[in-house]
């Protein structure tokens, strides 16, 4: 068994624990791998142990990666998600390649990536990245705005809005971390009840170090990245 394998069966391990102290059904949160600047090896040897859904910040690097796998293994169907900020002039290689977008957080982006989808491929499914912190150094709309961004998504036939994503402020204590992720779910319960045509049933929050303060508020996704691959180099 590789040591990929190892960390991938400890947090479902751990999801599964969180899930039950909560009261929460078994398959509620999905485990998001997030293999930025890990190679494509790594990405197979976490697929071979049954992961699918795979996160990438960097376009051209996630890019590579999808056409590699498109390519060498077609066979393991994977699915891939954009969780970086997305820079206006790199829409459209992130609209023709990954299947979930994380990380809308203006008009202007949201607008690109649906005038730049492929009609052959199916809508993208999107997150708004809200900003629950107030840190300026940190991605994401402002909690008024979001019915007004919400509400044009809504309109855009080649986009799916399915929920909310944040990377709240990095606090070490579980409360203050609960605290956060209350936050964005009675958000995305608003939005919800603005908008009941719409399926939002995801809430992308939590990664390695408050990711059971995260499931306890309601998320869906859990982000994690160095649990599963290790540390990161990113001189390489």
């Known amino acids: 068994m590789s040591s990929i394998q190892q960390n991938i069966e400890q947090i479902t391990s751990q999801i599964s624990s969180a899930l039950q102290k909560c009261g929460r059904a078994r398959d509620s949160v999905q485990l998001l791998a997030v293999s930025k600047t890990k190679p494509t090896q790594a990405i197979l040897d976490a697929a071979l142990a049954g992961q699918t859904a795979f996160g990438e910040n960097y376009v051209q690097e996630g890019v590579d990666k999808i056409a590699y796998f498109a390519q060498s293994h ?113 958000l995305k319960h608003r939005l919800s009840e603005r908008f009941p045509q719409l399926n939002l049933d995801t809430l992308s929050m939590g990664m390695s170090g408050d990711m059971d303060a995260a499931i306890e508020a309601g998320s869906t996704m859990v982000r994690i990245g160095t649990a599963i691959f290790g540390a990161r180099d990113y001189n390489k």
């Open 74 to 186: 077609p066979e393991l169907e994977l699915v891939w998600h954009f969780i970086g900020p997305i820079q206006s002039n790199k829409t459209r290689p992130v609209a023709e390649n990954f299947a979930w977008v994380h990380t809308i957080d203006r008009a202007k982006i949201a607008q690109r990536l649906n005038d730049q989808r492929p009609t052959c491929l199916p809508p993208l499914q999107v997150l708004i990245q809200v900003n629950t912190s107030g840190e300026e150094s940190k991605s994401g709309i402002e909690e008024e705005q979001v019915f007004e961004l919400a509400e044009l998504i809504s309109s855009l036939p080649n986009l799916t809005l399915r929920g909310l994503m944040s990377i709240p402020a990095n606090v070490p204590d579980y409360p203050s971390q609960l605290r956060a992720f209350k936050q964005l779910s009675e």
